[in-house]
């Protein structure tokens, strides 16, 4: 049964309710699963964009965010369509102009669906890879550099009944991340000798072993586990593992540790 003041469910509905009018097959498989791109943000690699000249409310009922979208480049013009085809919208000149000359360096970026209403798509653009002679070339300068909040966000209810959290909950995973984050700097710094802001490097390898001291509860007692930990952390520091796409690695290597008993392998064979 479905809560009448549920206002997620009652948009969903009046999302197939499009689908059904028009015609268009109902998604129930193959979709694209939400990326972590949509949570996790370096302003130099990724930005946010409304689009443009938006697809009638129709074909936007078939499109959830999380989706992948193509692009197709014609001279300052960003077409941004569906993956089967099916207009969407398009970037704004500004963006896309940008993207223009940073794609002909032979970078390559990926565009996600953020924020979708019937009128209005808001997606994330985000470099996937960058050529190296632009290594030192952000893909969005500060000028084009916008996130999420940047833009107004869906109804609070809807919001609130998606990804609903007690006060508990926020206050008991806030008190986690303080606990690993000081139990791995301080790690880093007893065993390594990186105790300054100055002197502390791989900082972008830090949230993925935060992550795995968390789920060890917060600590680890055992010293070839410790080691191996360490042994990452200055390996990837060392080879630049996250020089390149930030987020992508973060996303990789997050993913690499959802199986705990084999986080250590994972990391360290990549």
């Known amino acids: 049964m479905i809560n009448p003041l549920n206002r997620v469910a009652i948009r969903q509905l009046d999302r197939l309710e499009k689908l059904d009018g028009a015609g268009i097959a109902r998604r129930t498989s193959g979709g694209t699963a939400t990326n972590s791109a949509l949570f996790i943000s370096d302003p130099a690699v990724a930005t946010v964009s409304e689009l443009?000249?938006?697809a009638p409310a129709e074909t936007l009922a078939s499109v959830s965010p999380g989706d992948k979208f193509k692009l197709k480049m014609d001279e300052s013009i960003a077409t941004v369509s569906s993956s089967t085809g099916d207009y969407i919208g398009m970037l704004e000149v500004r963006i896309a102009t940008r993207m223009r000359k940073m794609i002909y360096g032979d970078n390559k970026y990926e565009i996600l669906a953020a924020k979708l209403t019937d009128s209005e798509v808001t997606v994330i653009v985000r470099e996937t890879k960058r050529s190296p002679a632009q290594a030192r070339t952000a893909s969005f300068p500060s000028y084009l550099q916008k996130k999420i909040g940047d833009f107004d966000i869906d109804d609070p209810m809807e919001i609130n009944?998606?990804?609903r959290m007690e006060p508990?909950?926020?206050?008991?995973g806030q008190k986690r991340a303080v606990r690993a984050i000081d139990f791995t700097l301080n790690l880093i710094a007893g065993?390594?000798?990186l105790d300054h802001d100055r002197v502390l490097f791989g900082r972008y390898a830090i949230p993925v072993i935060v992550n795995y001291i968390d789920r060890r509860s917060g600590h680890i007692t055992d010293a070839r586990e410790r080691?191996?930990?360490l042994f990452w952390y200055v390996q990837s520091a060392m080879w630049g593992r996250f020089s390149g796409s930030?987020?992508?690695?973060?996303?990789?290597?997050?993913?690499?540790?959802?199986?705990l008993d084999s986080t250590l392998d994972n990391l360290i064979s990549e």
């Open 227 to 229: 080691d191996r930990l």
């Open 246 to 259: 930030t987020e992508s690695f973060l996303d990789r290597d997050l993913g690499l540790a959802k199986d």
């Open 52 to 54: 443009k000249k938006v």
């Open 161 to 163: 009944d998606e990804i």
């Open 168 to 172: 508990e909950q926020f206050q008991d």
């Open 191 to 193: 065993r390594l000798g």
